[in-house]
């Protein structure tokens, strides 16, 4: 699926302010999942995730709708990355661009964006009142602003769409469909990309795992219900995922595991800690440095979770697992991650020896002070009745 873009009044290409990337057969991957797994380093965008595509498309769209493009000042309300591929796209086009995230947002991420000289501002306790406060106070002083939401529009999606182009032209001849995509789920504007990319294609049939942490499973929580529902709140520590309540078009596109949009659509869950886990060995194996909304995809693939998800699988299968990215992360985080899930097995296996021995122990015989075993509770009965008797 190719966008075309007006040409500049210089008469060439505008520049797109995202990058295609690789898409990488991962043999230690492979190996601990038991079939071919390929990845597509969505990491390696200029802002260091997806989110550069449907960001950047976002801007191009705007710009070529407007009578003076010099006007504009784009606004994006964020948790985070695409808040900081918002900055990146406007520094790449020379657009201001003002990011509001919630006091959630981890100061290494608000540096983040700084650094792409985006006029940065912090407020409330979500991304709802982040996104309210930026379009009700800052957004009406300003007559040039154009709203840039994080993931729920169409320019949004057919900027992420283009993740689909490429894998159908990078995937091998002997292998030229994938067997399941893989990726993770925040409030939508990946997942909406990606079908829209897989109909173009005719793939209509191939599966996609969505793939949530706890606490942020607004998608997983929905088709439960049956029903289009919001999350109390955000739990998980996975703030990039951290939407209360996806797309419609997303739950239009899921409902039915996929079926009344003529789609195959299977909802995977982990924890916290299996999404860390997941960047620790994407960092062992891989080199590569992502945050927890990343790396529960690669757990899901890693750890048994899409063999459950997908039993039709099998050594010959392709999968591909998008490595969305995200730099919300730093090596300090992993390590200590890794230190407590070693903890925490070894606490295990300790706990495992004891009941174990506890189980081997022979249990010795009661005995009487005088070292005779004591009679039998019949014997003792009868004899108190016999006294009795006389």
């Known amino acids: ?18 990058c295609q990337t690789p898409l990488k057969h991962s043999k230690a991957l ?18 260091g995730s997806y989110k550069s595509r449907g960001m950047g498309n976002m801007y191009l769209r705007s710009l070529a709708q407007l009578p003076d493009p010099s006007r504009a000042r784009f606004y994006c309300s964020s948790g985070g990355n695409a808040g900081l591929a918002a900055a990146t796209a406007g520094k790449m086009l020379g657009c201001p661009t003002t990011v509001v995230v919630s006091r959630r947002t981890s100061e290494l991420m608000r540096n983040k964006i700084r650094d792409m000289d985006a006029d ?61 995509i893989v990726f993770s789920v925040g409030g939508g504007g990946l997942f909406n990309g990606i079908v829209s990319g897989m ?8 599966p996609i795992i969505a793939v949530e942490t706890e606490g942020a499973h607004s998608l997983s929580a929905s088709l439960k219900a049956g029903d289009h529902v919001t999350l109390p709140g955000i739990t998980s520590r996975a703030t990039s995922l951290g939407a209360t309540r996806v797309s419609r ?34 960092a062992e194996d891989e080199r590569l440095l992502v945050e927890d909304a990343c790396g529960v995809s690669v757990a899901t693939v890693c750890d048994g979770a899409l063999r459950r998800a997908c039993p039709e699988l099998n050594e010959d299968s392709l ?25 925490a097995a070894q606490s295990k296996l300790e706990l495992k020896k004891q009941q174990v021995a506890i189980k081997e122990t022979p249990v010795p015989a009661l005995e ?5 075993s004591r009679p039998s509770l019949s014997s003792r009965w009868s004899w108190r009745w016999r006294r009795t008797s006389t």
């Not at 190996?31 to 802002?47: C, D, H, I, R, T």
């Not at 501002?121 to 300003?142: I, Q, W």
């Not at 109909?199 to 191939?206: C, E, L, P, R, T």
């Not at 009487?368 to 005779?372: F, K, N, W």
Request: with cysteine.
């Open 1 to 18: 699926m190719t966008i075309d873009y007006p040409s500049t009044q210089a008469g060439e290409e505008p520049q797109l302010p995202w």
């Open 30 to 47: 492979s190996k601990a999942a038991g079939y071919k797994v390929y990845m597509k380093l969505e990491n390696m965008q200029p802002s």
């Open 120 to 180: 940065l501002h912090v407020f409330g306790d979500s991304l709802n009142e982040a996104d309210e406060h930026m379009r009700e106070v800052l957004m009406k002083s300003d007559p040039g602003a154009i709203y840039c939401p994080p993931f729920d529009h169409p320019y949004v999606w057919e900027g992420n769409s283009t993740i689909i182009t490429e894998i159908a032209q990078q995937l091998p001849a002997s292998h030229p469909v994938p067997d399941a």
């Open 199 to 206: 109909k173009a294609y005719g793939w209509q049939d191939v």
């Open 249 to 282: 078009q997303t739950w239009e596109y899921a409902r039915d595991g996929g079926r009344s949009a003529g789609l195959d659509v299977r909802s995977v869950v982990l924890t916290d800690d299996e999404a860390l886990m997941g960047c620790v060995r994407l």
């Open 319 to 343: 999968v591909v697992v998008i490595v969305c990215g995200g730099l919300n992360v730093t090596m300090e985080m992993l390590l200590e991650a890794k230190a407590k899930h070693m903890c």
């Open 368 to 372: 009487s002070p005088t070292g005779s």
